[in-house]
């Protein structure tokens, strides 16, 4: 609490504060320290969560060095306020003793496919105004990508129980272990009297290198390895192919379930990472060891065949020849893709060219009561990115239910 409370303290209170500017959902972070200082963490939670209802997540994993701390005045003395924890502290108090006033029931009915960050955004704000809101979810836990993507050490999980009540208590109904697509259909929801449907399902694909050697049994992919990471036996030396926040959480994961050694190989360099800086300084403190430049063209029995990537003209090249990585097992983490059960099953749901869901900013679908967005309309991004857009697909709903 105290160090929590210094850094609020330090926060400078500014009238046009860049840090508000940084955050994609622009929460009120200047209100946030001075409701804090005071003590009045009650009106604070309330204030985050009208907000952003899932604050005390954001307050953990969000990519806080590029947006409210990134943006801090206090940056040009390189001691940035620690907002996410001062955030995820008011957010952690509250959660339990929220008191969330729902409108009452409006005989409305709306469904929601997925539980990741934008189908627990979306459910939230539906449910407060008074729509009977039912969840599907094709696992057993609600959370999608925070529950199966992110490791405990960085989102416990017990944190998921607790919005999960939450939900539950405003009336929510959860249905855990089901895909929508093979047996139930969308057709079969607005049969069932559905209004409006929301498709929030995430991208769980891996994508694939497209070099030989991925069938291999040593080789292994980082969604399906976060999903449960105690289902392998990766005691040795595991190379990590990428650069993202998966791979990272990937690396830091194998140290921590006993791997002797955990390399982390990426084409180009380390400007050129997409994972949070500080997430890529814990993995080095973690014992991960970074290599750059390095392409792999190949995978097989004993390791990887990569190619030196060099940088000319703002264009990455690779050298001819050919170098030996040697490692015991292998995690590609180069992103995902979109499952197709729902649009395959369904009636005039369009995609792109990458199996993404199309819709519009509002989240409007090709199907007149269908939206989407989230990762399956925009590929991988942020919790908060999530909940922003969300926030939009939510309103436009809400507006399209009340005119039935």
Request: charged fraction near 25%; charge should be neutral.
């Amino acid at each position: 609490m105290q160090n929590v409370l210094s850094e609020a303290k330090r926060c400078l209170k500014c009238k046009n504060a860049k840090c508000v500017q940084g955050c994609p959902i622009q929460t009120n972070i200047p209100e946030m320290m001075r409701l804090f200082e005071e003590g009045d963490l009650k009106t604070a939670g309330n204030m985050l969560f009208e907000n952003n209802p899932l604050s005390i997540v954001c307050g953990l994993v969000c990519h806080h060095e590029a947006q409210c701390e990134g943006h801090c005045i206090l940056n040009h003395k390189n001691q940035p306020i620690k907002i996410g924890a001062i955030e995820h502290y008011i957010s952690d108090y509250n959660l339990d003793i929220l008191e969330i006033k729902k409108a009452e029931n409006n005989h409305k009915r709306a469904g929601i496919i997925g539980s990741g960050p934008a189908g627990i955004t979306i459910a939230f704000l539906l449910a407060i105004k008074g729509y009977k809101v039912t969840i599907f979810e094709s696992h057993d836990r609600i959370g999608g990508v925070l529950q199966y993507g992110i490791p405990d050490f960085r989102l416990p999980k017990t944190i998921l129980k607790r919005i999960r009540k939450k939900l539950v208590d405003l009336g929510v109904q959860i249905r855990p272990n089901v895909l929508i697509g093979p047996v139930l259909t969308v057709d079969d929801m607005f049969a069932d009297g559905y209004d409006s449907i929301f498709i929030g399902t995430g991208v769980w694909n891996p994508k694939k290198m497209r070099i030989k050697g991925e069938s291999l049994g040593h080789v292994h992919f980082a969604i399906d390895y976060l999903k449960n990471p105690d289902a392998y036996v990766l005691n040795g030396h595991v190379t990590v192919i990428g650069a993202g926040n998966v791979a990272i959480d990937v690396a830091r994961t194998a140290i921590r379930k006993g791997a002797k050694k955990v390399t982390l190989m990426y084409r180009k360099d380390r400007e050129n990472m997409t994972a949070s800086k500080d997430e890529v300084a814990f993995a080095e403190l973690d014992g991960v060891q970074l290599q750059f430049g390095k392409a792999p063209v190949e995978i097989d029995d004993e390791g990887i065949w990569y190619q030196e990537s060099y940088l000319e003209d703002e264009v990455w090249y690779t050298r001819e020849e050919r170098h030996y990585h040697e490692t015991d097992a292998v995690i590609i983490a180069v992103s995902q893709a979109p499952r197709s059960n729902i649009v395959s099953k369904s009636k005039g749901i369009e995609v792109n060219k990458g199996g993404f869901v199309k819709a519009d900013f509002d989240g409007q679908t090709s199907r007149q009561g269908v939206f989407a967005s989230g990762d399956v309309v925009t590929g991988a991004k942020t919790v908060v990115e999530a909940v922003k857009y969300s926030k939009v697909v939510a309103d436009a709903m809400d507006k399209y239910m009340s005119q039935l």
